[in-house]
Nanobody, 120 residues
Framework: QVQLVESGGGLVQAGDSLRLSCAAS????????MGWFRQAPGKEREFVAA????GITHSVKGRFTISRDNAKNTVYLQMNSLKPEDTAVYYC?????????????????WGQGTQVTVSS
């Protein structure tokens, strides 16, 4: 099972940009589809973006872009024009996938999360 460690969170002002990173352990990172989720206080965890093994992406936030660097075992979430409602704990997730182009519906491995706080 892959181990995931998020970083890059912090306190920013509305309109700022932030890039989150998620480093994965092991030598099989390229065999995983990756995703980002977030959970705001008092709310359920929600999907943000995902990327398949071969780089197909899906994001529900037009201001957010997911990417991956298989050589570095890392997936990124670039967040632009941040808003106070983006304040949440952001989680990285991984799911082993046979199909290079699939974006999973569920993810088995999760990181501990990184806090993003956007002030108005």
């Amino acid at each position: 099972q892959v181990q995931l460690v998020e970083s890059g969170g912090g306190l920013v002002q509305a309109g700022d940009s932030l890039r989150l990173s998620c480093a994965a352990s092991g030598r099989t990172f390229s065999s995983y589809a990756m995703g980002w989720f977030r959970q705001a206080p008092g709310k359920e965890r929600e999907f943000v973006a995902a990327i398949s093994r071969n780089g197909i992406t899906h994001s529900v936030k037009g201001r957010f872009t997911i990417s991956r660097d298989n050589a570095k075992n890392t997936v990124y979430l670039q967040m632009n024009s941040l808003k106070p409602e983006d304040t949440a704990v952001y989680y990285c997730a991984a799911e082993s996938a046979w199909d290079m182009g699939v974006i999973p519906r569920a993810f088995a491995s999760w990181g501990q999360g990184t806090q993003v706080t956007v002030s108005s």
